[in-house]
């Protein structure tokens, strides 16, 4: 319940994500968002919208080459995904003043 909770939040703000089969986080395609890179996508998330991912291209050996993804882990409680959710609604807002 929690996975298919944190795709709908996915899905609603704008990303791309890739539905897990036994993981505990969901990666998600953010390239449409228009950042130079996963890396920086996910500093301004922590510092424009409060909401904490790993960048996919931390997990490759040449990061350059790496898709646009992040790492959104699900195993957190109902309301910190709903918080999360609620900060990703600024998502556009913040995007679009950057």
């Known amino acids: ?3 298919d909770l ?3 939040i ?4 704008g ?4 539905q897990p089969a036994g993981a505990y986080y ?4 953010v390239s449409r968002f228009g950042f130079s890179s996963d890396s920086e ?3 301004y998330l922590v510092k424009e919208v409060g909401v904490a991912t790993v960048p996919g291209s931390s997990f490759y050996i040449d990061p350059a080459r790496a898709p646009q993804m992040l790492r959104f882990c699900f195993s957190k409680r109902d309301e910190t995904l709903h ?8 998502l556009s ?3 679009e003043n950057r």
């Open 1 to 3: 319940s929690k996975r």
């Open 6 to 8: 944190m795709l709908d």
């Open 10 to 13: 996915l899905l609603r703000h």
């Open 15 to 18: 990303f791309v994500p890739h």
């Open 26 to 29: 969901v990666m998600a395609d």
């Open 41 to 43: 996508f996910a500093q």
């Open 83 to 90: 918080e999360a959710d609620r900060r990703l609604a600024r």
């Open 93 to 95: 807002i913040s995007a």
